[in-house]
């Protein structure tokens, strides 16, 4: 990203044309970032809450004061007990400084609770590590030669523009673009073919796929048996996933189950896109497992244009010991400090501590992430941040949802004021991120104000006070062979890296896992006494997991990210808000009949956990049977003061212990 700067002030931002994976193209949200940094309500002081919690009356304080407030009431609380103190971090910023350095040291050296990073990405995380070794797969590029391409469970319109970019190119040069979504998103509406299942039900259709391509003998033989592990058995398990098993499970056509394993096997460039959006349900991870199977099944590995991705981030040759040093907690490696999966903050913060659960929490710093709005089951999270007796600090630009429960808010810089260093999950290039302007205001990089905590707490570990620049250049293995040529200077000098990858990165195996091939069967999963197979799991709130539930609520609700936000950031940035108008509800047209709803109604969406309202949307963009509410709204920037997180559940997956966003079930009635 580029920034014009006059007089210190930033005026513009655009793409680096000159930087292979993006070619010179912001997404919309981001061409407004100026408007955020400079925005009037930006956070430029330290304040203290003089309201109650929630309602969101603070007064501004010094910095001295703030510390002396903060490091007072965290001392008190880690002298007794220090995994009473949790953190809370996410998304914000994927900076590997600013995201996980400094402040992971500091609650390391606590001894605070470890908060499991899983609201996104963990269960697809865990299906690639079981098949593949890692996240790892495709490279970005080469889609553009791709001759057909499956994206599944991705709206890159909105979510993934420079990959978007190759498929464009691709579909210029003849490739013919398949969407496997249960809604007719943006993407879907510009793909030849849509095929749409009924949500959460992708693991059986990957299966589906495997038994026709071994039904008609549309394998790669050789590939086969010199680069994968548990053929036999994988074999086995397809043989009961029949087209007409499928087509029952899937809610779509037998024939579009046996066309699409047939075109996808008899091209030979044929590409898979998928993205986090399939596996928000129960059976995430496993559906990218069964998904992942594919393209070594029919060799599509062997084309540099052939193969699949989920996820690149694994290629960086990232040294997180050196970055997080777990090393720094007391009682390491032996003893580890108590871990809280993120996706059950609601109930974690609610549980009033006992001889498993440990301690209950008594402090949360939360830093890039604004959970009231973001985390499922949105009721007991607010509920737990209302807690009169938790003490709460938030590190924001903005004065959020979560922001509104803060004891202490304290303004954090963004992208264009501080350093630091990323690698990305959709490209395989190494990006350093040099200040373009001085901080706005009285506001601190995240990395300061944890040094600055640690220091008024009297903790003395140096590693607690490195500077952003050395931190930064820890953060890669700059010995790895990915990286040959590079080093810090030449980093800071061109803004990237690529990464040395061969173009077909498994086309003679090498997978890294612990047999170095693809795993269809994974000793792993079986010692942890877990299904060594891929399988199909139906999601837990459906007519087939739960049949007592589906018919009190039959519809099955997604709130996947609009356009024009990025998860719950830009939501206050009022272009991009207009341009979204108001929290909608898409409901196919036989499903609003039969409850009474037209077009433009105000709808209330509820279940056992929560209700909000939407405008509803009459369109057969949602397949019957699914609402679709595009998120993730601010709820006090929403009508009702309420989100699409009211209704999600905090139930995991199967693999990884990610969220269940879209694993929802829910009725819906005219307001
Ligand atoms: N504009 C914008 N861009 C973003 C984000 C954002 O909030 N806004 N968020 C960023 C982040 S953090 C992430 S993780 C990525 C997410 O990127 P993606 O995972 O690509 O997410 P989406 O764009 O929501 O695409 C998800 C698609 O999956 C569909 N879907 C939902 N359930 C199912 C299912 O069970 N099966 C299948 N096959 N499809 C399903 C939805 O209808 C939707 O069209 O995007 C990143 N980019
Ligand atoms: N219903 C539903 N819920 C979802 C999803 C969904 O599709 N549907 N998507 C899920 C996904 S994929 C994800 S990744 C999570 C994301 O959830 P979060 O990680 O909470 O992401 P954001 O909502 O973008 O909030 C990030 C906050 O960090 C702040 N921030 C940005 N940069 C910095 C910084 O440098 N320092 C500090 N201190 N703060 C900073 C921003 O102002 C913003 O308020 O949400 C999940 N929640
Ligand atoms: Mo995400």
């Known amino acids: ?33 100026p408007e955020r940094v400079y925005h009037p309500n930006r956070l430029t002081t330290p304040m203290k809450r003089v309201g109650r919690k929630g309602e969101g009356r603070f007064e501004p304080i010094s910095w001295d004061e703030a510390m002396e407030l903060a490091a007072t009431r965290l001392s008190e609380i880690a002298s007794r007990a220090p995994e009473a103190i949790l953190p809370y971090s996410y998304a914000g910023t994927m900076g590997l400084v600013q995201g996980d350095s400094i402040a992971q040291r500091f609650f390391h050296k606590l001894g605070a609770s470890q908060l499991d990073r899983t609201i996104c990405a963990a269960a697809g995380a865990a299906g690639l590590k079981y098949t593949y070794g890692a996240s790892v797969g495709m490279l970005t590029e080469f889609f553009a030669e791709s001759e057909v391409i499956l994206i599944w469970g991705s709206n890159p319109i909105a979510s993934n523009l420079h990959f978007w970019t190759r498929a464009q190119e691709a579909k210029r040069r003849g490739a013919r673009l398949i969407a496997i979504d249960p809604y007719r998103s943006l993407t879907a509406e510009k793909c030849h073919q849509h095929i749409a299942l009924k949500p959460g039900t992708d693991g059986a259709l990957a299966l589906g796929m495997i038994n026709v391509l071994i039904a008609e003998n549309l394998l790669d033989h050789a590939y086969i048996s010199a680069h994968t592990l548990g053929f036999d058995e994988l074999k086995g398990r397809a043989l009961t996933y029949t087209p007409s098993r499928v087509s029952e499970i899937c809610g779509i056509k037998e024939q579009e189950i046996i066309e699409l394993a047939r075109l996808y096997a008899g091209t030979k460039k044929a590409a898979i896109r998928m993205n986090y959006g399939l596996q928000r349900v ?63 903050i609601g109930d974690a913060l609610l549980h009033p ?3 498993t659960f440990g301690p209950k929490v008594e402090a949360v710093v939360v830093y890039n992430s604004n959970p009231v709005a973001v ?4 009721q007991k999270v ?25 004891d202490l ?4 810089t963004t992208q264009l004021e501080h350093l630091d260093v990323h690698k990305s999950y959709g490209h395989t290039h190494v990006m350093l991120n040099q200040p373009a302007i001085s901080p706005v205001g009285e506001a601190r990089p995240n990395t300061e104000i944890f040094r600055g905590l640690a220091r008024q707490m009297g903790l003395d ?12 250049q820890a953060a890669f293995r700059w010995e790895d062979k990915t990286l040959e040529g590079v080093d810090w200077d030449t980093l800071k000098n061109t803004g990237w890296a690529k990464l040395n990858l061969p173009d077909a990165p498994f086309a003679e195996g090498g997978f890294r896992t612990p047999s170095g091939k ?19 799991l139906p999601p837990y709130e459906s007519a087939d997991g739960a049949p007592e539930l589906a018919a009190r609520y039959p519809l099955a609700m997604i709130s996947p990210p609009a356009r024009n936000f990025l998860n719950s950031t830009f939501v206050n940035i009022e272009s991009l808000r207009s341009t979204e108008g108001e929290p909608h509800l898409d409901m196919h047209p036989s499903d609003a009949h039969m409850r009474d709803i037209v077009d433009g109604n105000q709808v209330r969406i509820f279940n056992d956990r929560g209700s909000m309202q939407a405008r509803a949307r009459v369109t057969d963009k949602a397949r019957e049977g699914l609402v679709v509410g595009l998120s993730i709204w601010w709820k006090k920037l929403a009508p009702d003061g309420r989100n699409a997180n009211q209704v999600t559940s905090q139930a995991l997956t199967d693999l990884g212990g990610s969220a269940t966003f879209y694993d929802c079930l829910v009725e819906v009635e005219r307001v």
């Open 409 to 412: 808010l304290l303004p954090a």
């Open 375 to 378: 985390a499922p089951d949105s």
């Open 282 to 344: 129960r059976g995430g991870g496993n559906a990218v497992r069964a998904i992942a199977c594919l393209p070594s099944l029919t060799g599509a590995w062997r084309e540099r244009a052939g193969g699949a991705l989920l996820s690149s981030s694994g290629w960086a040759p990232v040294d997180s010991h050196a970055l997080q040093r777990p090393d720094l907690m007391p009682g390491w490696p032996s003893k580890v400090s108590r871990v809280i999966n993120m996706n059950a």
């Open 1 to 33: 990203m580029r920034v014009t700067v006059e007089n210190g002030r930033a005026l513009k931002v655009a793409g680096d044309p000159d930087h292979a994976p993006t070619q010179g193209a912001l997404c919309t949200k981001v061409t407004r970032y």
């Open 461 to 472: 570990d140096p590693a607690l006070f490195e500077t952003d620049e050395v931190v930064a």
């Open 382 to 406: 607010a509920e737990g941040f209302a807690r009169d007796d938790l003490f709460t600090i938030v590190l924001e630009h903005f004065q959020t949802d979560t922001a509104d429960y803060a």
């Open 518 to 536: 693809c795993e269809f069967y994974s000793e792993r999963l079986a010692q942890q006494g877990l299904d060594p197979l891929p399988d199909y």
């Open 353 to 355: 501590g006992d001889a």
